[in-house]
């Protein structure tokens, strides 16, 4: 059976399915949870830990807490780089949720 590229192959998909796969790549790299965001931005729990000033048993709870502090979330997420953004999504829009800004 002769290779072929994988441009060629998605070619062959129908636009349809071609259009669920893209929505389900997207949805999946949007959604993660903290420790995969921590891997993705190659830092380490140790290394983490350092920015924020704890150690890195502090680190681990964060990441496998079902329920956290929102200031703790945003501390998270600016010690890797990032702005922690809150919206409240609607089925005809999405809204920013402003009132968390002033944590930064």
């Not at 290394?47 to 807490?65: C, F, M, P, T």
């Not at 502090?69 to 609607?90: H, N, P, Q, W």
């Amino acid at each position: 059976m002769p290779t072929r590229k994988f441009g060629e192959l998605l070619e062959s998909v129908p636009p349809e399915r071609r259009r669920r796969i893209a929505k389900r790549v997207h949805d999946t790299l949007v959604s993660m949870p903290l420790e995969e965001i921590r891997k993705a931005r190659q830092m380490t729990q140790v290394k983490l830990a350092e920015v924020l000033g704890v150690n890195q048993g502090e680190i681990s709870k964060i990441e496998h807490r079902t329920d956290i502090y929102i200031s703790t979330l945003a501390d998270y997420v600016d010690a890797l780089g990032g702005k922690l953004e809150i919206r409240a999504v609607f089925p005809d829009r999405e809204m920013r949720i402003s009132q968390f800004e002033e944590l930064e």
